[in-house]
């Protein structure tokens, strides 16, 4: 048995990546493998077929079929809008893959390698922490997401950003936006936040060049340049804001 999943592995990239349920279906069932080796081989297929769905390690700066079929992917995910769909991974890609990679717990570096490329193939789009109600932005801190969400409870576009650091956390609670400003001036830290729009206080969600996956504002919700004019755009005077410490939280 051994000799022969090991001519298997040697052909594996040769395996079309379509059949790759058939594959672990056929092991789960045919009595030949069972338990925690089907699991096993189901896996580590996966992860052998998975450059195969997008040619490869994708990152910043990657062109191609293969970008445009990942960018396709994100949007229909939420996770990127139609106008940046193409044939290059850009700033918006590599934003947009950081937030599929924190919503589906992966490690968020915005890099399209083995275990991303499964986990965009099986993926669904993100539900909102509660349904119906009205247009809101939600933020979630333990994960570092903010998802955008219509009257009818749908997930319009789910967001990578950095929220308050250690000493500065942002506030959780229910709030509305109260104050918009394109270009705000902050006296305090001597900054421009554009698409600044704030829903207690000093804190707002704003654009911001640099956006990393973990929490390192002042108690802002900083958004990725890419996608700040989209949450302005969708948010207005008095939209609700809920921000909450964990997901579990939200439901």
């Known amino acids: 048995m051994a000799a022969g999943i090991g001519d298997r592995a040697k052909n594996v990239h040769a395996v079309r990546p ?6 672990a279906e056929r092991a ?4 030949a493998l069972r338990g925690v080796a089907t699991a096993a081989v189901a896996c580590w297929l996966a992860l052998a077929l998975a450059p195969a ?7 910043w700066g990657s062109s191609g079929p293969a970008v445009k079929r990942l960018n396709e992917r994100l949007y229909h995910l939420s996770y990127l809008g139609a106008a940046r769909v193409g044939r290059r991974f850009t700033r918006a890609t590599f934003y947009a893959v950081m ?5 589906e717990r992966l490690k ?3 890099i399209v390698g083995p275990r991303t490329s499964v986990a965009l193939r099986t993926a669904h789009r993100p539900r909102p922490p509660r349904f119906g109600g009205e247009r809101r932005v939600d933020v979630i801190l333990s994960r570092q997401l903010a998802f955008l969400v219509s009257e009818a409870g749908r997930v319009r576009r789910t967001l990578s950003v950095s929220t308050g650091k250690a000493g500065f956390r942002t506030p959780t609670g229910r709030f509305r936006v109260y104050r918009r400003e394109r270009w705000s001036w902050s006296p305090t830290y001597q900054a421009w936040l554009p698409w600044a729009e704030y829903f207690k206080g000093g804190n707002a969600i704003h654009g911001y060049p640099r956006v990393p996956a ?5 108690g802002c919700v900083r958004v990725p340049l890419p996608f700040a004019r989209r949450v302005w755009r969708f948010s207005r005077m008095n939209t609700r804001v ?5 997901m579990s939280n939200a439901r």
């Open 28 to 31: 789960s069932h045919g009595g």
């Open 18 to 23: 379509g059949v790759l349920l058939t594959i």
């Open 242 to 246: 809920r921000v909450f410490g964990t």
């Open 99 to 103: 937030a599929f990679q924190k919503f």
């Open 214 to 218: 973990y929490p390192a504002s002042h």
């Open 53 to 59: 769905a997008f040619g490869g390690t994708l990152a």
């Open 108 to 110: 968020p570096d915005g």
